[in-house]
């Protein structure tokens, strides 16, 4: 069924105050319809198991379009045809985040309707430090990159140029009018919520008095959004590599857990309170996306400046100030986290021939391999696994790994590429770890780690070691290196499979 009603259609972007305006809508529902203006309840939404003030606006929508499901809607609109004359739909992710075959039901919907535009824009940086701090805090997206990595590929993909995107979509939509707004110089000045209501023709005087209560209601239950710090938000990331093995629910109950011990902690009164790219690659963007926003102000904006509000941009002085003794102390107590969350839930299928691999592996073996690889300052592998990707996120290590398996070797370092280690990472083609001590770059470790395949090394391991050493073995049966008499063994300890040697020095 067509729709008779006038359309303002509220596209996004993400991370640009939409949940401001969405629950705006939302608590004022019947004081818009006093007004005749339709904000629809049939198709809103609050999915988001931890902050029941999280929506994605109407954006069920576009499910119920493509499932054959939007009678409601349909139903709801009809039954409000002669007391609103105009019907408000806002979903943040209309802009980027959907492909024209999603959204051609929508189209098909709006078509014979006249069908006002409204999008709000935020500066390319300031939205991809945002966009990236929600994707590896927030439990649904699992960002793994490295914000560098990650902001050179947004420049790669196209997204950053915002007025070609407007002006696709409003050609889709078949929008007669557009309004772009920016969302830096609007939210500095407070008004961009009544800039929105504004453009939706409603009488703020009247709205505002209607709504008092329930606005005050909106206010109380709204979350505190205090930014995450840099060393918390990497130091998570470097945890998403193993997180994909829980439920999506788990893992963002947890998350938000621990974004509750994130902001309730201390700061370190020295460190950014977002992680930021660095200069160079802030350099980068502010060249790559200046002649898109040229284009932008000029079609959309009457030729304001659009810039981005990230402290300090301009000056060239950012530096990521992290600390490495409290971004260690994060990484761990996420991973111990992680460990307990992962063996209440039940765990989602996985390929066992997947990468990264998965963290299967016993949560008191990785918790004692967590502490000798964090009291460790130069490691030796023997295959890489799970523990390679646990050294990535420790920072200051110098990591030697040996993967014999050619295709898994270009797997890892692809990866590596793409998490950018806190440390050093060396992946040697070796199946023998006693091949490594022959090498250019080798470095006498002061732990050893053996997988089980490796464990018949151990005795040739101890007489090449010259220096104080700790050698952790994984191995199942343990027949063998309980007979073991190994020279300079201080200590010898057993964990489920895993087994620990202290040797001492020459």
């Known amino acids: 069924m067509p729709l008779r009603q006038k359309v303002f259609c509220h596209v996004g972007m993400t991370k640009a105050a939409s949940t401001s305006i969405q629950n705006t809508l939302d608590y004022g529902r019947e004081a818009l319809l006093a007004q005749g203006i339709l904000f629809p309840a049939s198709c809103f939404t609050r999915r988001n198991p931890t902050d029941l003030t999280r929506t994605s606006g109407n954006l069920e929508l576009l499910r119920m379009l493509k499932n054959g499901t939007e009678g409601a809607f349909i139903e709801e609109c009809r039954q409000h045809e002669d007391r609103a004359e105009s019907l408000v739909l806002s979903a943040e992710n209309l802009l980027f985040d959907q492909s024209e075959g999603q959204l051609e039901p929508l189209a098909r919907l709006l078509e014979s309707t006249e069908v006002v535009m409204i999008a709000v824009v935020r500066h390319q940086i300031d939205w991809l430090v945002s966009r990236y701090t929600e994707s590896v805090t927030g439990g649904w997206h699992n960002e793994c990159r490295s914000i560098d990595r990650y902001c050179r590929d947004r420049m790669?993909?196209?997204?950053?140029?915002?007025?070609?995107?407007?002006?696709?979509?409003?050609?889709?939509?078949?929008?007669?009018?557009?309004?772009?707004?920016?969302?830096?110089?609007?939210?500095?000045d407070g008004k961009l919520v009544s800039t929105v209501l504004?453009?939706?023709?409603?009488?703020?005087?009247?709205f505002r008095e209607d709504t008092r209560d329930d606005m005050a209601l909106s206010r109380a239950r709204s979350d505190n959004r205090r930014s995450v710090s840099a060393?918390?938000?990497?130091?998570?990331?470097?945890?998403?590599?193993?997180?994909?093995?829980?439920?999506?629910r788990n893992r963002v109950t947890w998350l938000s857990e621990r974004r509750l011990e994130w902001k309730s902690g201390a700061d370190n009164p020295h460190e950014t309170a977002a992680l930021l790219p660095s200069p160079k690659t802030l350099r980068d963007l502010e060249k790559h996306v200046a002649p898109f926003n040229a284009k932008l102000s000029d079609r959309y904006l009457g030729g304001a400046d659009f810039e981005s509000q990230t402290d300090n941009l301009q000056d060239g002085l950012i530096r990521r100030q992290?600390?490495?003794?409290?971004?260690?102390?994060?990484?761990?107590?996420?991973?111990?986290?992680?460990?307990?969350?992962?063996?209440?839930?039940?765990?989602?299928?996985?390929?066992?021939?997947?990468?990264?691999?998965?963290?299967?592996?016993?949560?008191?073996?990785?918790?004692?391999?967590?502490?000798?690889?964090?009291?460790?300052?130069?490691?030796?592998?023997?295959?890489?696994?799970?523990?390679?990707?646990?050294?990535a996120g420790l920072p200051d290590k110098r990591i030697m790994t040996l993967e014999p398996d050619p295709v898994k070797r270009a797997a890892l370092i692809e990866f590596l590429d793409c998490m950018e280690p806190l440390g050093r990472i060396d992946v040697h083609h070796q199946a023998q770890p006693l091949n490594i001590w022959n090498h250019e770059h080798f470095q006498p470790p002061d732990m050893i780690h053996l997988g089980p395949d490796s464990a018949a090394h151990v005795e040739d391991l101890v007489a090449l070691t010259q220096n104080e050493v700790k050698i952790a073995i994984e191995d199942a049966s343990g027949s063998s290196l309980a007979a073991l008499d190994i020279p300079r063994l201080r200590e010898k300890r057993r964990t489920g499979t895993l087994w620990e040697l202290h040797i001492d020095a020459r």
């Open 156 to 188: 790669v993909d196209g997204v950053l140029d915002y007025g070609k995107r407007v002006a696709w979509l409003a050609k889709l939509l078949n929008a007669q009018t557009v309004h772009v707004l920016d969302y830096g110089s609007l939210t500095r």
């Open 198 to 206: 504004d453009l939706c023709g409603v009488d703020q005087a009247r």
């Open 231 to 248: 060393t918390a938000i990497e130091a998570q990331r470097s945890l998403n590599v193993f997180t994909d093995i829980l439920p999506p």
């Open 322 to 391: 992290l600390s490495r003794r409290r971004l260690t102390d994060q990484f761990v107590r996420g991973m111990q986290g992680f460990l307990e969350i992962r063996d209440m839930a039940d765990r989602q299928p996985v390929k066992v021939d997947r990468f990264p691999p998965p963290l299967t592996a016993p949560a008191e073996e990785v918790t004692r391999l967590c502490a000798l690889y964090r009291r460790a300052s130069v490691i030796l592998e023997c295959p890489s696994g799970y523990m390679t990707l646990i050294a």
